[in-house]
């Protein structure tokens, strides 16, 4: 019984990886560039089950940013 609870859960796991966006931020390496439009691309593309990185860079946002509304 416990076998198949286990099976069960990695099955719905594998599931919703597999549904699931990946998206990494795009680091302008201009000098002085705006991330937040990058920023907000990935957060808007990847908002429902997504995963969102960033590269291990100094990412700059002059725009603000607005987050909300990101889970319908």
Do not use: W
């Amino acid at each position: 019984m416990l076998q198949r609870i286990v099976l069960a859960a990695l099955l719905l796991a594998v599931s919703h990886r597999v549904n699931a966006i990946d998206c990494t931020v795009a680091h302008d390496e201009t000098e002085g560039a705006d991330d937040s439009p990058a920023i907000l691309a990935a957060f808007t593309e990847c908002r429902k089950d997504g995963h969102i990185f960033f590269e291990q860079k100094n990412y700059t946002a002059y725009t603000p940013v607005s987050l909300t509304n990101l889970g319908a």
